[in-house]
């Protein structure tokens, strides 16, 4: 038959056609490139131009088969609703073209299949001609109505391939649509139809079954009401199904029931499937029986999911989520409640179910919306007879009551390590917005934390819901932004599979970009909000908010790679950083020299006799700490001596030690925040390529102006606060501390010691003191990050260069005289 169109010219339509719903100018292109390219009427003369075309469309539908076709849908929707109101209708025109030469191509394909050279290929062309059928048929099923009958014959395709099974299940899905559109189809035709299906809802596997039952559905409940066929389906699987249960309450170790697992599955599957199609309470079905049918098929559903085999749970659950589409009300059901709620929440629950749980909310509200939209359409067309928006609303306030029960088992599942599981329960949240069923402001936190999903597919998802709701509710991702940063470490904590690995906060690619980078591209335009923001992300380094330290170092890392964009944000962080060093580094200096001076007095109470050998003891400790204390620009000593000066140092603290070492295991932890503070200060100075006298200057207060200007990044500048990373590798907090860590805990409290006493070195001393000071600090810093140099890049911007600030190796506080 013909030749594929060129891969090339696929390939392009693809991408293409994936932009329909990007920005207006994008959209309108794209609109009007297809409508040129395939919905514009071909001459009846040129069966080579409709070939062509035919081929190029079926090429691009096959080509997205696995990435679904909504494009195709949204594009024939535009084209079509362009027109509405036009006297000539070209769009309308090319489909009916389109569909005619798409079912004459069928026919062909379907004589060329004996052909055993092209039989693959060709079965491929039958599957992607079929699928764009369907396709039209979803937008425009008048368009097959003269086409029904020439369909309906491939209900009976024999099946042996995956191609087969596609062939069946678009014909019922063209069906469904189409059947009921027809006038006066012939008896004989709507027979042959139900009899097909049923033998194909008897002999093949769950996707023909589910889309047989469906189009059954359709043909039954709106043409020909031959209720009767459909009850003795149903009862041959309630029947097998209410034997089986029976036989496994007298025996439950019987073979019986393992013998008869296919039957089972399939039962549970097709009770399921027909009561979400069918309503058996009606009296057509069941006559003048008072049994109650939907209970009695939650009774017997809910018996399986309690059952030993996960399989047979799993198409329980199935069948379950079938049954509350036609009755939503038996959500509300305790032990459906029960059972729901605890397969989300406990953790060492079977993923499988987890799933199914999360697919059956995500079915029911997907088939909410579109009985929404069908009633918003029936609404419009006779709005002035009867008030069915008041029946919409009705429905809408059945799934808002719904997913209030399961809503925070729902998001509680964002938090689990296989990507499924969070992918169905983004798609159950994102679904629940758009419908407006719950109050959006509780779920910015889990947007927020799914934003660092290592799926871009996730990521964007949950992005694109935080962008709808800050449209719609101003302020509302800033109100919960720093608990979302906090969820967000969370979830990477789940994600985590490695559990040695402390988690980062930003993306290990080329990018280095923070987990969190567009949550504050969306708090950043706000200068308010944006300062808010983060100042409550580093008051978490205050040393009496207890923040555990890979969160600390998880928010650092945030910080170090936000898409700052002007000066003043990062100028903002170091002058706030300056600020919580000063009062934390005070507070930790403190508490760590009281518990040392404190744990000395406990360990031994003086004798009345001891007490003038034990002062003079105290007194020689305390002054052997008191010269470790002293400035060291002010303890006399040459180049040559600090090594052995240091030493001295640290052997004066340690002999002051107590033996319990839990205050120095506080100071060692407590530590990290500030360390962190530290890093992240050498980060963004390096990074930005500020002097010390341009952060010094700086003040929060000034006009938004003066530091409104874009930030010159450096390159290949990386954020790697190696202290905090050794500290949480080796698990200090709960490992024995040794001699050589604690002579390490003391060096450290030592350099804080000599950082404390230079963060603002005083300007009244004499140059060379001021110079002395400030390599002291430098050299703490130095010591303090691991050998981190703590010096001023060369290349500053332009503007610092214009300032005619001090050059030299300075530090914050200290300006040219």
């Given amino acids: 038959i013909e030749q594929p169109t060129f891969p090339k010219i696929t390939e392009m339509c693809v991408k293409m056609i994936r932009r329909v719903n990007d920005e207006e100018g994008i959209k309108k292109l794209v609109n009007e490139t297809f409508q040129k390219l395939w919905f514009t009427p071909t001459p009846h003369h040129d069966k080579e131009a409709m070939t062509r075309k035919i081929l190029n469309i079926t090429d691009v539908v096959a080509a997205c088969r696995d990435t679904g076709y909504d494009w195709f849908e949204q594009l024939l929707q535009n084209l079509l609703k362009s027109e509405e109101d036009a006297s000539y209708k070209p769009v309308k025109k090319a489909c009916t073209q389109l569909v005619d030469n798409l079912v004459e191509h069928i026919l062909k394909y379907e ?49 042996s391939t995956q191609n087969d099974f596609m062939v069946i299940c678009n014909v019922a899905k063209i069906l469904e ?23 194909l809802i008897i002999k093949y596997g769950m996707t023909v079954v589910q889309h047989c039952v469906s189009c059954l559905g359709s043909v039954v409940n709106k043409v020909t009401q031959n209720y009767k066929f459909v009850w003795a389906c149903f009862n041959r699987y309630y029947g097998a199904l209410s034997r089986l249960k029976s036989q496994h309450q007298e025996d439950p170790n019987s073979t019986v029931l393992t013998a008869n697992k296919p039957a089972l599955l399939r039962s549970l599957f097709t009770v399921g499937a027909l009561c979400r199609h069918f309503d ?31 399989e047979v749970q799993t198409k329980a659950i199935i ?150 709701i800050d449209k719609k509710y101003a302020g509302f991702i800033h109100m919960k932004a720093v608990a979302g940063m906090k969820m ?85 962080i170091m002058h706030h950083i300056d ?19 404190k744990d000395k007095k406990k360990e031994r109470k003086p004798s009345s006799d001891e007490e003038t050998e034990s002062d003079s003891n105290s007194g020689s400790e305390s002054e052997s700490e008191e010269e470790a ?53 050498q980060h963004l100075k390096n990074l930005c390529g500020f002097s010390d006298s341009k952060i010094q200057k700086y003040s929060p207060s000034e006009s938004a102006k003066v530091y409104d200007k874009a930030i010159n990044r450096k390159t290949g500048v990386h954020f790697h606060p190696k202290q905090t990373l050794d500290f949480l590798r080796s698990d200090m907090a709960n490992s024995k501390i040794t001699e050589e860590v ?76």
């Fill in 488 to 572: 967000s470490y969370q979830v990477q904590q789940a994600i985590n599979t490695c559990p040695k690995d402390p988690v980062r906060g930003f993306r290990h690619d080329e990018s280095s970009s923070a987990l969190c980078s567009h949550l504050y591209s969306m708090i950043r335009g706000n200068r308010q909000h944006r300062r808010a923001f983060l100042i409550s992300l580093l008051n978490l380094f205050d040393d009496t908010a207890k923040t555990e330290v890979n969160m600390l170092l998880y928010i650092a890392d945030n910080l170090a790679c936000f898409p700052y964009q002007t000066q003043e944000e990062p100028l903002f």
């Fill in 742 to 817: 604690k002579r390490s805990i003391v060096k450290q409290y030592l350099d804080f010691k000599l950082l404390m006493e230079h963060l603002d070195p005083d300007e009244e001393e004499e140059d060379g003191e001021v110079s002395a000071s400030t390599n002291a600090r430098n050299k703490a810093i130095t010591s303090l990050l691991g050998g981190g140099s703590p010096k001023n890049n060369a290349a500053e911007t332009e503007d610092d260069e214009s300032d005619g600030e001090d050059r030299g190796g300075g530090t914050s506080g200290v300006r040219r005289r």
């Fill in 579 to 597: 600020i919580t060093l000063s009062v934390s580094g005070s507070n930790l200096l403190q508490s760590f020299k009281e518990s040392m001076v």
């Fill in 629 to 681: 204390s002293k400035p060291r620009r002010l303890r006399k000593r040459v180049d040559s001596d600090s090594d052995s000066d240091e030493e001295n140092d640290i052997n004066a603290v340690m002999k002051c030690l107590p033996e319990n070492s839990a205050p120095l295991i506080e100071f060692a932890n407590v530590s990290q925040g500030i360390l962190l503070l530290l890093m992240l200060k």
């Fill in 280 to 310: 058996f309470d009606q009296e057509d079905f069941k006559g003048n029986s008072k049994v109650n049918i939907k209970d009695k098929v939650l009774e017997l559903l809910m018996y399986f999911t309690k059952h030993s085999d996960e």
């Fill in 111 to 159: 004589e060329s299949l004996s052909d055993s050279d092209n039989k693959g290929v060709n079965s491929g062309r039958l599957v992607a001609c079929i699928t764009t059928l369907f396709l039209f048929s979803k937008i425009r099923p008048q368009l097959m109505v003269k086409h029904a009958m020439t369909m309906q014959p491939y209900l009976t395709t024999k099946c």
């Fill in 319 to 468: 069948g379950l989520g079938f049954a509350f589409i036609q009755h939503p009300s038996l959500m509300f059901e305790q032990e459906v409640k029960t059972l729901y709620n605890s397969i989300l929440s406990d953790k060492n629950c079977s993923v499988n179910l987890k799933i199914q749980v999360l697919k059956n909310l995500q079915t029911y509200l997907q088939e909410e919306d579109t009985r929404m939209q069908q009633a918003d359409r029936d609404w419009k067309k006779v709005a002035k007879q009867e008030d069915l928006k008041e029946m919409g609303d009705i429905s809408s306030g059945m799934s808002s009551s719904i997913m209030q029960l399961y809503l925070k088992q729902v998001l509680e599942a964002f938090f689990h390590t296989q990507s499924s599981v969070r992918h169905f329960a983004l798609n159950v949240i994102a679904l629940t917005l758009n419908q407006g069923l719950i109050h959006p402001v509780q779920c910015v936190p889990y947007l927020i934390a799914m934003g660092t999903d290592p799926e871009p597919s996730m990521r964007n998802k949950a992005d694109q819901q935080l962008v709808e």
């Fill in 177 to 199: 649509l189409v059947v009921p559109l027809m006038e006066h189809p012939s008896e004989t035709f709507l027979a042959t139809i139900e009899e097909d299906l049923m033998k």
